[in-house]
């Protein structure tokens, strides 16, 4: 109960405030998420800082015109005033890994700001639903007596795993990185050398940043997942019995009906004119394009580039669609001739793609992916098979999780883990034909790419029917609202 008293509340459905983590692949869910809210009758306000709240402008101004009440609020973050590079204030903007750890400490700067907000806001806020890593929310949450829940971006696979993987630390322990470790605890047996399962989460620095986001997830009221029951049910299952916690899975957001209708970007504008862009495809037959594209903030050396598109060029008769962010100069004479080389069957989209857009669209067939949560669920929400390159993090949990328990993807060669462009090795990690190969299989597999793709639009179809009325995600988000209207009262 706050000062403002319950009589008021009980009249309108819960005011959510929604702080996500400051990096573009966490940013494009919360604001599916804050649309669905508001379409159910909630008011929303999204915390943002000035620099993201410019990335986000265009989806801002379209929620604007829809007339849903959903509020942007730019805090300001004191990135300078922290040693972190003047307008840090995003993980993509993070040119170098030693900025990682004081990049989440200097997150925290941001409650006593959000806490004097939110004490004079009106209608007053019932729930805070932040960002797994924002963990400083916590004793917002708590000093203003909100209830909090959590949301979390990457699959349940990766966090059932890294939630295992913690408690059996002995298991990864005793292997050298390049040694196969057995993730525990899952209905198939599913290995991973140590360097890509552990790395992320072993690094003694981020020890004491790990041990607050768990703690602030343990007193946490909820947890909301973008994922669906259909996609991951025994890991859900076993992530709920393991933590006793109330989860909620309201995904795929990007099925977000409004955002699909709209054929606009998710996240920044679109570096390609969405008339151009749908003209091409229209001139392709069904299934038959490829989409390659690594994410918001994954970059590939020069060498890997060309190798890239050397595998493109091999996967002779496959149309594609690049998306490129590499800027360097070197690579831009190659690049041109390559585009050459490859005019009708290939467009090139330099900078940042629609991607969910190109995804759905009936003449695409398969995704070349790093597999981020966000790509891959949109993948699966299109019913696409994919091709895995994952670069770090989750990534490789996720492919596991596409290749070997789902069965729609093939893997391209094999990786280890980067992440930033200052410790990329400068050598292709894999080869053209490789490249090539893996995207043959996909799309003219013979019955194994046909298998993978029956599989996959079977998905496709239970990713729409879950967010339609009825279905377990929309059910979920309906309990979801409850909740936190019961927890407020
Ligand atoms: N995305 C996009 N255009 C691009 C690159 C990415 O629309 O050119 C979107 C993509 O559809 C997804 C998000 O950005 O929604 C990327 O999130 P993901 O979790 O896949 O990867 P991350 O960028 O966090 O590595």
Redesign the pocket.
């Known amino acids: 109960e706050t000062s403002n008293g319950s009589s008021r509340h009980k009249q309108r459905p819960p005011h959510f405030v929604l702080v996500p983590l400051m990096?573009?692949?966490?940013m494009?869910?919360m604001v599916d998420l804050a649309r669905l809210l508001a379409d159910a009758g909630s008011t929303v306000t999204f915390i943002t800082t000035p620099v993201n709240a410019a990335r986000i402008r265009p989806v801002a101004d379209r929620i604007r015109l829809s007339g849903l009440p959903i509020t942007f609020v730019e805090l300001r973050f004191p990135a300078a005033e922290t040693g972190l590079p003047d307008g840090c204030e995003s993980?993509?903007l993070i040119t170098s890994a030693d900025l990682f750890k004081p990049f989440f400490e200097a997150l925290s700067l941001l409650a006593d700001p959000l806490k004097l907000y939110l004490s004079e806001l009106t209608p007053p806020p019932d729930c805070i639903i932040a960002d797994s890593m924002n963990c400083w929310t916590a004793s917002v949450a708590r000093s203003l007596g909100l209830p909090r829940f959590i949301f979390h971006?990457?699959s349940c696979f990766f966090i059932f795993c890294s939630l295992m993987l913690r408690q059996h630390k002995s298991l990864a322990a005793v292997a050298g990185d390049l040694d196969p470790v057995v993730l525990p605890d899952l209905p198939q047996r599913i290995e991973m050398l140590k360097v890509q399962v552990v790395r992320w989460m072993d690094r003694p620095e981020w020890e004491k940043i790990s041990q607050e986001v768990r703690a602030a997830e343990a007193s946490a009221q909820g947890v909301v997942m973008n994922t669906f029951e259909e996609l991951e049910p025994w890991c859900l299952e076993r992530f709920r019995k393991t933590t006793g916690k109330t989860v909620w899975p309201i995904g795929p957001l990007?099925l977000y009906k409004e955002e699909v209708e709209s054929k606009a970007?998710?996240?920044?504008a679109?570096?390609i004119d969405t008339e151009l862009l749908l003209g091409w495809l229209k001139t392709k037959p069904a299934d038959s394009v490829v989409l390659i594209?690594?994410?918001?903030?994954?970059r590939n050396s020069l060498s890997q580039l060309v190798e890239i598109g050397r595998g493109l060029e091999e996967a002779a008769g496959v149309p594609f669609i690049w998306?490129v962010?590499e800027t360097a100069a070197e690579a831009a004479s190659w690049m041109e001739g390559f585009e050459e080389r490859t005019k009708g069957r290939g467009l090139l989209?330099r900078?940042?793609?629609?991607?969910?857009v190109i995804?759905a669209h009936p003449a695409v067939g398969g995704f070349m992916?790093?597999?981020?949560?966000?790509?891959?669920?949109?993948a699966v929400a299109a019913g696409v098979p994919m091709v895995t390159w994952p670069?770090f993090?989750d990534?490789f949990l996720n492919e596991k999780l596409v290749v070997e328990v789902l069965q729609i993807g093939v893997p391209v060669g094999a990786r280890l883990p980067t992440l930033f462009v200052d410790e990329m090795s400068q050598e292709a990690q894999v080869k053209g034909e490789q490249v090539g190969e893996a995207v043959v299989r996909v799309m003219a597999g013979g019955m194994e790419g046909e298998e993978m793709r029956r599989r996959a639009r079977g998905l496709g179809e239970k990713a729409r029917r879950t967010m339609e009325e009825g279905g377990s995600s929309c059910e979920n988000l309906k309990r979801m609202m409850e909740v936190a209207d019961l927890q407020h009262h």
Request: positive net charge; aromatic residues 6%; charged residues 15%.
């Open positions: 990096a573009q692949g966490h494009i869910p993980v993509d971006g990457p990007s970007a998710r996240g920044k679109s570096s594209s690594f994410g918001s903030l994954s998306v962010k989209i900078g940042w793609a629609p991607q969910a995804l992916t790093h597999c981020g949560w966000n790509s891959t669920l949109e670069r993090g990534q």
